[in-house]
């Protein structure tokens, strides 16, 4: 059975970067079938896909996001790991991990519980 | 402002069917067959109920189906319980290798 697990800060600054890993078990992040992404909710909100990153493959963000954000595996740990830089309050979500097949459509089978992030002084 | 349009609210009587519809583009929901649907309780991650606009995952119930016609797409619950009442967002993928969400549909049961 695939398990996500995100972890990170709870707590960031206004204007500084927000760095967040995803730990998988089950699976491997090496595998060149499955994409690993990301996707946001602010409070009380909707879905927004942040972006999805496959092993020895393209990494692919979501347009109005992708000046400030970066996805990286590593394979080493079985993680994969999300930062966006300059953040401000309207950054402040939940933030899960997800696996997508590959040819899928960005498909998102298994998901993490999710992690807090406020964005505040 | 979500990209694909869903209804904000839809409700329904135990037993009853509900449809939820999800407006798209000719550039997501109209090019391909990649449409999810994901139910998300209060609290919980979104879990998985339809993909490629008409499969079930395992496990999931059989009252659960979707459909599309032209760019938009269908979830269909029959026989509603209560324990259906939760949020539905639905998902496509577009001609820009880019995945987009509906804003999502609150479901109550009566």
């Known amino acids: 059975q695939v398990q996500l697990q995100e972890s990170g800060p709870g707590l960031v600054k206004p204007s500084e970067t927000l760095s967040l890993t995803c730990t998988v078990s089950?699976?491997?992040?090496?595998?060149?079938?499955?994409?690993w992404g990301w996707i946001r909710q602010p409070p009380g909100k909707g879905l927004e896909w942040i972006g999805s990153?496959?092993?020895?493959?393209?990494?692919y963000y979501n347009p109005s996001l992708k000046s400030r954000v970066t996805i990286s595996l590593d394979t080493s740990k079985n993680q994969f790991s999300l930062k966006l830089s300059s953040v401000t309050a309207a950054d402040t979500a939940v933030f899960y991990c997800?696996?997508?097949?590959?040819?899928?459509?960005?498909?998102?089978?298994?998901w993490g519980q999710g992690i807090l992030v406020t964005v505040s002084p | 402002q979500s990209v694909l349009t869903q209804p904000a609210s839809v409700s329904g009587s135990p037993g009853q069917s509900i449809t939820i519809s999800c407006s798209g583009t000719?550039?997501?929901?109209?090019?391909?067959?990649?449409v999810s649907w994901y139910q998300q309780h209060p609290g919980k991650a979104p879990k998985l109920m339809i993909y490629?606009?008409?499969n079930r995952p395992s496990g999931v119930s059989n009252r659960f189906s979707g459909s599309k016609s032209g760019n938009t797409a269908s979830l269909t619950i029959s026989g509603l319980q209560a324990e259906d009442e939760a949020h539905y967002y639905c998902?496509?993928?577009?001609?820009?290798?880019?995945?987009?969400f509906g804003g999502g549909t609150k479901l109550t049961v009566l």
């Open positions: 990153s496959r092993y020895s493959a393209n990494t």
């Open positions: 490629e606009v008409t």
């Open positions: 998902s496509s993928y577009t001609t820009s290798t880019t995945l987009v």
């Open positions: 997800a696996r997508s097949p590959r040819s899928s459509g960005y498909r998102l089978e298994y």
């Open positions: 000719s550039s997501d929901v109209g090019s391909y067959n990649f």
């Open positions: 089950g699976g491997s992040t090496s595998s060149d079938g499955y994409f």
